[in-house]
């Protein structure tokens, strides 16, 4: 196993299969951002906080339309049950600890985000000797740079004041959303080929 | 690789050198990881020290806590390593961030210790270094950990080390980039949000103590580390020449060398602090010499001193 995709073509491309892999796994995680986060806005803004609401919704989306036209996909059938388990980890399930029931929803979507968006370094696999102009490769460096940012809005709201009282409460959910995606996102690796660090091979 | 256990965390480790022997703690500065000590290692194991090298929480290959990271956490990881050396000599020494981290478990822990070495430190934030920090810490959020990098290496390092790599800054930057993430760095750098300084606590602090200062450090500059040679009894301050924030990284010889005559001094009963003020030789091996009597450490141009 390689901690990088690879190996890479003569053009320095990343194989089909790992990119459809890869592609369909962020795009499921992304897409269920995307899609939560636009049940949560509504048609009129109110409140500040939801413009940024409506950021994340768009960047999600674009992530997810970037990564449909820039991947060279491939026949993979394993996906149909991968996609099925990946899709169910998504499913809102509302913070433990947190009495006010919407309150707990908002806290378990910031911490699935911030587990896709802190967690996930897609970039971190492209080799050295990946295609720089490569639309794959491209894509991932995109996706992981607006993860970056977009992981802003959770920060701020994990570490809000308004969640100040159930603070432990939110670093525990948090801790198991990160450990959910981080085991997801590593089984998904080692069926292409690709074992990351022993950090991320933490339960 | 061996892992310590903080709490539900790892935090991973490695000793290297003869078991017994004399032992040398480092620890990382904020963007960094404990291959950058190799070294270190390699230079203080030959000269038959132990060296325990590891990666803070929030770096490298120890675990990465999700949200908030604080110094405290920091320092008992540190006391559970220092703890896996068993009861000989132990010399501490850290740079920038770890340089902060050291003072802390020196503050605490300083029983625990034989000798003190803090690089490029600080025990407070003056207002340049909190809108640097503030600005760094705002680069990275904006940028990535790529663009820190960007900050940091030109404001770190001297032309003299960035002119040969500079058409392969990437290559440079790529490992710290792999192994940090931004989340992490972030919260790093947030565990200041609630700093208080340590400058009170300073006094407290026994132990013979080698404070080491670049020439040309502007983002912790001289004055950050004059209070730590004005406030510990037993300390000294050595410049070391043309040198910038990260000489660690840039003079390693030279700085492994300084480490070890300091605890060779320490442990053959030599070391006198007397807060004095010395000029570190330019390669390792020369001789320090004092800072000329009467002129002012704290300037730039010969200016007659003012402070003892």
């Not at chain 2, 990666?55 to 490298?60: K, T």
Request: glycine residues 6%.
């Amino acid at each position: 196993m390689s901690a990088f995709f690879g190996p890479m073509d003569a053009e320095g491309r990343v194989p089909a299969r790992q990119q459809t892999r890869v592609a369909s796994f962020l795009v499921s995680a992304h897409g269920a951002l995307g899609r939560r986060f636009a049940l949560a806005l509504p048609p009129r803004l109110e409140s500040a906080w939801q413009a940024e609401l409506n950021a994340q919704f768009y960047n999600e989306s674009e992530i997810v339309s970037l990564l449909l036209r820039s991947t060279s996909w491939t026949p993979d059938l394993a996906l149909a049950y991968l996609a099925a388990t990946w899709e169910t980890a998504w499913f809102p399930s509302p913070a433990e600890g947190i009495p006010d029931p919407t309150l707990a929803l908002a806290v378990d979507l910031a911490t699935l985000a911030h587990a896709v968006h802190a967690g996930i370094r897609p970039a971190a696999l492209l080799p050295l000797e990946a295609n720089a102009n490569d639309p794959f490769a491209m894509a991932l460096r995109r996706v992981e740079f607006e993860s970056g940012r977009l992981l802003q809005a959770q920060i701020m709201f994990l570490k809000g004041e308004s969640l100040m009282p159930f603070r432990d409460a939110v670093s525990t959910t948090l801790e198991r959303r990160h450990a959910e995606v981080r085991k997801l996102w590593r089984e998904m690796l080692e069926s292409i080929g690709i074992s990351r660090s022993e950090n991320d091979a933490k339960p | 690789m061996p892992f310590l256990s903080h709490g539900s965390y790892r935090i991973r480790y490695e000793l290297d050198g003869p078991a017994g022997a004399p032992a040398y703690v480092l620890v990382n500065g904020l963007t960094q990881y404990a291959e950058l000590w190799i070294a270190y290692r390699d230079a203080l194991v030959a000269r038959r020290f132990r060296v325990a090298t590891f990666d803070l929480l929030g770096q490298g290959e120890s675990d990465k806590p999700a949200l908030f990271i604080s110094q405290d956490d920091q320092v008992a990881a540190l006391h559970l390593l220092i703890q896996e050396l068993g009861s000989g000599p132990v010399f501490l020494s850290g740079i920038s961030f770890g340089g902060l981290i050291a003072l802390r478990y020196a503050i605490a822990h300083g029983e625990r210790l034989a000798g003190l070495v803090p690089m490029s430190c600080f025990a407070e934030l003056p207002p340049q270094l909190f809108l640097l920090g503030n600005a760094l810490r705002a680069g990275l959020i904006l940028g990535g950990t790529s663009y820190l990098q960007d900050l940091l290496l030109p404001m770190n390092v001297s032309d003299q080390w960035l002119a040969p790599v500079l058409d392969k800054l990437d290559s440079v930057k790529r490992q710290g980039w792999l192994v940090n993430d931004v989340y992490a760095l972030q919260n790093l750098m947030e565990s200041f949000l609630d700093f208080q300084p340590l400058t009170s606590q300073l006094p407290s602090i026994g132990v013979p103590t080698m404070i080491l200062n670049g020439e040309f450090d502007f983002l912790t500059p001289r004055a950050l580390h004059e209070t730590l040679r004005v406030q510990i009894p037993d300390s000294t301050l050595v410049i070391v020449p043309r040198a910038y924030h990260a000489f660690t990284l840039e003079k390693p010889a030279l700085t492994a060398d300084l480490l070890a005559r300091f605890a060779d001094d320490v442990l053959a009963g030599r070391w006198q602090g007397k807060k004095a003020v010395w000029i570190a030789p330019e390669e390792a091996g020369g001789e320090l010499m004092p800072f000329p009597a009467g002129y002012d450490h704290l300037r730039a141009i010969p200016v007659q001193g003012t402070t003892a």
